[in-house]
């Protein structure tokens, strides 16, 4: 029978300390590679999406797994997959009354059964979008991916070059792979409420073999975006507005998040984009998606959400796509 002497089974429990410690820094190194702590980007502008405070990547050891977890310094924690970070508004992270609770509830009961959100959450729809949907747009005016990324681009170029740029509701990466493949930006973040969304970004990254080392995937609400105020150089949203339940809200969120001088693009539809459907599709908060009247109406929602007049251009391409290009 072989019998540990106490010296060795000392040197054994120091060999498993190094190796557990070990998995540690080997964890921390994976989520510097995911958040680019190193560099101080993602770790400076991921925020709580309810009480706006920067989040701070931690990991621990326990045993032989390694958890990872965005938190705040008043305990507000947040999970990490490894497809992506889930920061959602959760309702633990404040108190909140018998009310409220009951709103949030339907919120979400909305959100699975909405037009606007949960028709994107299937993995059919993620499987699809660039199959033949987003090649519909075209119809309605839409430029086309790459000539939409070249406008993108130049737009970017002044306020962005080697900064941080976002996707909000990136769909299937369609953008933000482009926007990471280019090489321009230090951080490109990829944001979508839909976890199938983000799942298929992953995916596409991976079968198209794209360094993804400055590539964040945020599972987010447009309403309530995890930034810190002033932490984008620049924000895309193409083919998007009419997506979001809380545009308002939504577009205030987006004015909040960019630098001063910080630039916005975004796609979306004009009414007659789908004949037939006009008055039903202009109903904000129906569930259905909102198609706009007209510029001015696109206008008058990007002022009020913060951005200042002398910084629009909205215009019309085609039978009914919007292109909006705005600065802070």
């Known amino acids: 029978m072989h019998v540990v002497r106490p010296e060795s089974s000392a040197r054994c429990g120091t060999f498993l300390s190094l190796i557990v410690a070990a998995s540690a820094l080997s964890a921390k190194g994976q989520m510097r590679d995911i958040f680019g702590i190193d560099r101080g980007s993602a770790s400076a502008i991921l925020a709580c999406p309810v009480t706006k405070e920067p989040l701070r990547c931690e990991v621990s050891v326990v045993g032989s797994e390694v958890r990872r977890v965005l938190r705040t310094s008043g305990g507000a924690r947040y999970p990490l997959t490894r497809e992506y970070a889930d920061l959602l508004p959760r309702s633990d992270v404040r108190p909140v009354g018998l009310d409220e609770l009951r709103s949030q509830v339907a919120e979400e009961v909305f959100s ?44 970017f170029a002044p306020v ?54 400055a590539l964040t995937l ?28 809380l545009l308002e809200p939504s577009l205030a969120e987006v004015a909040r998040s960019l630098k001063p001088g910080g630039r916005f693009f975004a796609t979306t539809f004009f009414e007659g984009a789908v004949p037939g459907q006009r008055a039903q599709m202009q109903q904000p ?40 290009r705005a600065q802070v």
Not at 127 to 134: A, I, N, V
Not at 231 to 237: E, F, K, R, V
Not at 295 to 320: C, Q
């Open 112 to 155: 699975v059964f909405s037009m606007q959100t949960g028709f994107f959450r299937s993995p059919v729809m993620a499987f699809l979008y660039e199959r033949g949907w987003r090649q519909n747009f075209e119809a309605a005016g839409f430029p086309g991916i790459d000539k939409e990324f070249a406008e993108v681009s130049d737009f």
């Open 160 to 213: 962005a070059e080697s900064g941080i740029v976002a996707d909000l509701s990136c769909g299937s990466g369609l953008m933000s792979r482009r926007l990471l493949s280019c090489g321009r930006y230090q951080r490109v973040l990829a944001l979508d409420y839909s976890e199938a969304m983000l799942q298929e970004t992953r995916r596409r990254c991976e079968e198209e073999r794209l360094a993804t080392d």
């Open 218 to 245: 945020i599972r987010a609400d447009a309403s309530s975006l995890p930034l810190v105020s002033s932490s984008l150089d620049a924000l895309h949203a193409g083919a998007a507005l009419h997506c979001w339940p």
């Open 285 to 324: 908060g129906s569930g259905s998606m909102r198609f706009f009247k007209d510029e001015a109406e696109l206008e008058a929602l990007l002022i009020h959400a913060g951005f200042p007049r002398d910084g629009l251009d909205v215009r019309r391409e085609g039978r009914a796509c919007a292109i909006i």
